[in-house]
């Protein structure tokens, strides 16, 4: 999975793809968040459970832990071994999902530039990306920060690239937050149980997606092809 992703909707719209009933304490306002470009190290929405509340809070993409001071923090986390390396496993048990309208990928086809592509579902529902990460209101000793987990691409997709989100849908992603899930049956959901590329759709954009200074919703749209 490449670094840029959109998650421009408002965050009520997240919340019912979530189809999550009772409180939502949202520190994140209720206008549309409008990051047509978001890349690594900004805020982003990231849905958790604490008190038995869904929150919604702006936390930063990336995460590492405080002896890894030789590298740069992950985006994101291999779900062959999330559940079990030593670099994440002080994050494996705080589960988040960071729900996003969708991402991008860049292919080589030949010229002088990788071509972006815009990946999402065929349907146009957000998408639910299995997260985990240092989360608001947990031990402040290590900053806040969480990764996307994700998994091999299959299928059709495998031509635009060879990773992608485990995305889950909402019964499981609902099931995913759940701190009452166990560890063992939210390791089977991330390997076994994330939407298939059938699910989504990709097609060519600008590549001025390629430049984290340009924001604007022309970015989403379908690259024309000249007649």
């Not at 409008?34 to 990336?62: C, S």
């Not at 299959?154 to 937050?177: F, N, T, Y």
Request: charged residues 25%; hydrophobic residues 40%; negative net charge.
């Amino acid at each position: 999975m490449c670094g840029r992703l959109s998650q421009y909707r408002g965050i009520h719209d997240f919340v019912a793809a979530l189809s999550m009933p009772g409180a939502l304490i949202n520190n994140v306002g209720d206008q549309p968040l409008g990051r047509y470009n978001a890349a690594p190290t900004m805020q982003l929405a990231l849905f958790h459970i604490a008190e038995d509340k869904l929150h919604a809070d702006a936390v930063r993409w990336g995460w590492r832990p405080h002896w890894a001071t030789d590298r740069a923090a992950p985006i994101n986390a291999r779900v062959e071994k999330v559940a079990h390396g030593p670099f994440f496993r002080q994050i494996w048990p705080h589960r988040a999902i960071c729900p996003i309208d969708n991402w991008f990928e860049w292919v080589d086809e030949g010229g002088p530039k990788k071509q972006p592509y815009l990946i999402r579902h065929r349907d146009g529902s957000p998408i639910l990306c299995a997260s985990i990460g240092q989360l608001p209101g947990q031990d402040r000793s290590e900053h806040e920060g969480f990764v996307i987990i994700t998994a091999d691409s299959e299928g059709g997709m495998v031509d635009i690239h060879d990773r992608r989100p485990v995305v889950l849908a909402p019964d499981l992603a609902r099931e995913w937050l759940d701190p009452a899930t166990p560890k063992e049956r939210a390791e089977q959901m991330a390997l076994l149980q994330g939407e298939p590329a059938e699910a989504f759709e990709w097609f060519k954009v600008n590549p001025a997606v390629g430049n984290i200074r340009n924001h604007g919703a022309e970015l989403i749209e379908p690259l024309a092809i000249p007649s």
